[in-house]
């Protein structure tokens, strides 16, 4: 059985529209992720959460908004989409301990291709 | 701020040659946590290698790495390289935040 879940694994979008990206751990975790891979940028930090609470934001744009309606969920929200949102989306989670060196676990991701 | 170097972006080897993807990194903090994941093609990446202790070789299939904290480096290692292996390698950085730095990334073709 998946242990993380990514919701959808593939998206269309147009430009200038907004869509959500699911997230759900199923590992007990309390921290979770949002990470961004493209052929520009290969693997690269948006965001963390612990606890339900925003710990780190690395994403300069406001159009990228996580919400975490549950302990074991993150989703991403994303507006006014551009072609440059055209990405790979992974979602992660790990322990929560601050400074624990506790393994990140990989969702799936999602594909997501702005038109 | 943090940063992790990945010198080569490709790397082409022979099989059953020896491996070696390079790692520095970059950090004020004083007991950094470094990472190897793997991330094979059209698949999520997966930890490959962790440690945050000093001059200590860890292993784990086949691949290690020793953490360096004098010439701040952990470089990825592997005395044979096999075809399974080709795949991307990212180093990462944790400096106790929840916050995780990744290098650009090694993508490793291993052929027969």
């Known amino acids: 059985d998946p242990k993380i879940i990514q919701k959808p694994k593939y998206l269309v979008a147009v430009t200038g529209s907004e869509k959500i990206l699911i997230c759900e751990q199923y590992?007990?975790?309390?921290?979770m992720y949002w990470y961004r891979q493209s052929a520009k940028k290969p693997l690269e930090f948006m965001f963390s959460?612990?606890?339900?609470?925003?710990?780190d934001n690395q994403t300069a744009s406001s159009r990228f908004q996580p919400q975490s309606s549950k302990k074991n969920h993150l989703d991403l929200q994303i507006t006014a989409l551009k072609p440059d949102d055209s990405a790979t989306y992974f979602c992660?989670?790990?322990?929560?301990?601050?400074?624990?060196?506790?393994?990140?676990?990989f969702g799936p991701g999602t594909r997501l291709t702005v038109l | 701020g943090d940063s992790v170097t990945q010198t080569e972006g490709l790397v082409t080897l022979t099989e059953g040659l020896p491996v070696m993807l390079n790692c520095t990194y970059q950090?004020?903090?004083?007991?950094?946590?470094l990472f190897w994941y793997v991330q094979h093609l059209n698949e999520s990446p997966r930890l490959l290698l962790k440690?945050?202790?000093?001059?200590k070789r860890t292993e784990h299939q086949g691949f290690h790495a020793t953490l360096h904290k004098s010439s701040s480096s952990f470089h990825l290692q592997k005395s044979s390289a096999q075809l399974s292996d080709s795949a991307l390698y990212y180093c990462?950085?944790?400096?106790?935040?929840?916050?995780?730095?990744f290098g650009s990334g090694t993508r490793l073709l291993v052929s027969p």
């Open positions: 440690s945050f202790t000093d001059n």
């Open positions: 959460y612990s606890y339900q609470k925003l710990m």
């Open positions: 590992l007990g975790h309390n921290a």
């Open positions: 950090t004020i903090y004083s007991n950094p946590f």
């Open positions: 992660a989670s790990s322990q929560a301990q601050t400074g624990d060196y506790a393994e990140q676990f």
């Open positions: 990462a950085l944790r400096t106790g935040g929840y916050k995780v730095v």
